[in-house]
């Protein structure tokens, strides 16, 4: 499986935006990005996916670079709900396995 | 939509016993399911790849006589931990995707103490 690296921790106030980063230097033409994130005590949660094009969601946005190799995972205007391990994994078409790394540890501050 | 149940949220069994998880896929069909076990602190970790209809495919280190799997319809898998002991205890979660243009949808969860 393609590997992510994400910071362990990060820190936003609240009300401001946060760009979560994520390296996947490996990936391969047909890997989506997938980004999840885990509240304390609960299951893991969708927030977005994309393959080569930005996307926007509800919840957040996803900034891909032009040559795939790392990604951003934006929340516009960060909650105190929004604290949470944030998980970016890669994952091929189809009905594929997902291998969750250490993820990014997401603090906000009030 | 794509809502995935599962009970019990949480379980206390004595060592030697088993104990049986329902993971449910309330508004879709799911062939595939996927169970993860979670220890404190750490990251989740993919125990099996349930199939509707079929055998389960384990992950290597994940016993499989230990850990049934059983999916026999297109909206249930069920995880029995057979004989747990206390180092079974974790944070069992299962997933199901709607579909390959979705992404996954998780279990809440179900919090497993042997004693």
């Known amino acids: 499986d393609a590997k992510t690296t994400q910071p362990n921790s990060m820190e936003s106030n609240e009300e401001e935006p946060v760009h979560l980063p994520c390296n996947h230097s490996?990936?391969?033409?047909?890997?989506?990005i997938h980004w999840y994130r885990q509240l304390p005590s609960q299951g893991p949660e969708y927030v977005i996916h994309?393959?080569?094009s930005n996307v926007n969601n509800r919840m957040a946005s996803l900034a891909i670079a032009e040559d795939r190799k790392s990604s951003t995972l934006i929340l516009h205007r960060a909650t105190l709900r929004d604290a949470a391990v944030y998980y970016c994994?890669?994952?091929?078409?189809?009905?594929?396995?997902?291998?969750f790394g250490t993820g990014t540890r997401l603090t906000i501050i009030p | 939509g794509a809502v995935v149940s599962q009970h019990p949220s949480r379980v206390i069994c004595k060592s030697g016993t088993s104990v049986k998880i329902e993971c449910r896929s309330l508004?879709?069909?799911?062939?595939?399911m996927f169970w993860y076990r979670q220890f404190p602190k750490q990251s989740l970790m993919l125990m099996a790849t349930?199939?509707?209809?079929?055998?389960?495919?384990?992950e290597q280190g994940v016993e499989k006589d230990k850990f049934l799997i059983n999916h026999a319809s297109l909206t249930l898998s069920t995880l029995t931990v057979t004989s747990a002991h206390p180092e079974d205890s974790s944070f069992y979660i299962c997933?199901?995707?709607?579909?390959?243009?979705?992404?996954?949808?998780f279990g809440s969860g179900t919090r497993l103490t042997v004693v």
């Open positions: 508004d879709f069909q799911a062939t595939t």
């Open positions: 349930s199939n509707e209809g079929s055998k389960a495919t384990y």
């Open positions: 490996t990936i391969s033409g047909t890997d989506y």
């Open positions: 997933s199901a995707q709607r579909g390959y243009n979705y992404g996954y949808t």
């Open positions: 994309g393959l080569t």
């Open positions: 994994i890669l994952s091929p078409t189809g009905n594929e396995k997902l291998t």
